[in-house]
């Protein structure tokens, strides 16, 4: 069964700092693998997605990594902003028994100092 | 419109009640799913419609039913729920039910029950 593993659990930082968020699985036959935020209380918000063939993707201050063969991938945020402060989450997507979604990390809770 | 939308936002049940959320996408998804999240948890998935056809997830007891009257649509059914299902329910979309599609998340159903 796939098992997705995030370090560190919280992250507390100033701001302007950059910073790499961790997430590692157990199965390195993944189709694809996504990074989301969630606010508290709220849903998710998809913010890259790295397929099982790349190596990375970038959204303006963030890049995702994926590294299969040793079954890792970061999330690196430039120049850290309050606003970046929320939960990260990755999600590998997998296939498998009767229903394909996305296995999840248990998140990253990381808090931006002003 | 490139977003996924629930209904209701909080909702609070008793045991005895029966209860459905819903869930809509007008992005031509043909890939719908269901997902809970326990407090400080990450996301499970629960089911999977794809093509209104569905996948279901054999850990998922009966007193939930899904249902995808059509392609843009996606309910649950709550029936003689238990106080440990109280949880954030979240549906989320993609675009053909294919592995490499990048899932798209609604803002969630906060469910309680007393």
């Known amino acids: 069964k796939q098992e997705v593993t995030q370090i560190p659990a919280a992250l507390s930082v100033p701001e302007g700092e950059n910073l790499v968020l961790n997430c590692s699985f157990t199965d390195s036959a993944i189709y694809n693998l996504q990074w989301f935020r969630q606010d508290p209380g709220k849903g998710l918000t998809s913010l890259l997605l790295?397929?099982?063939?790349?190596r990375e993707q970038t959204s303006g201050r963030l890049n995702a990594s994926l590294d299969k063969s040793s079954g890792r991938s970061t999330l690196y945020i430039a120049a850290s902003q309050p606003g970046d402060s929320a939960t990260y989450l990755c999600?590998?997507?997998?296939?498998?028994?009767?229903?394909?979604?996305?296995?999840f990390g248990k998140g990253t809770h990381l808090i931006i100092q002003p | 419109d490139t977003e996924v939308t629930q209904t209701p936002k909080h909702l609070v049940m008793g045991m005895t009640n029966k209860k459905s959320l819903k869930c809509e996408q007008h992005?031509?998804?043909?890939?719908m799913y269901w997902y809970k999240q326990k407090a400080k948890k990450p996301p499970e998935l629960m089911f999977v419609y794809s093509y209104e056809k569905l996948s279901i997830n054999e850990s998922v007891p009966s007193r939930f039913s899904p249902e995808c009257p059509n392609s843009s649509l996606l309910n649950l059914h709550l029936h003689a729920l238990q106080p440990e299902d109280s949880a954030l329910y979240l549906c989320?979309?993609?675009?053909?039910?294919?592995?490499?599609?990048?899932?798209?998340f609604g803002p969630g159903t906060r469910l309680t029950v007393l």
């Open positions: 992005m031509g998804h043909r890939a």
């Open positions: 999600a590998a997507r997998i296939s498998g028994g009767g229903a394909d979604g996305l296995t």
């Open positions: 790295i397929q099982s063939s790349q």
């Open positions: 989320a979309s993609s675009q053909s039910g294919d592995l490499w599609d990048e899932q798209f």
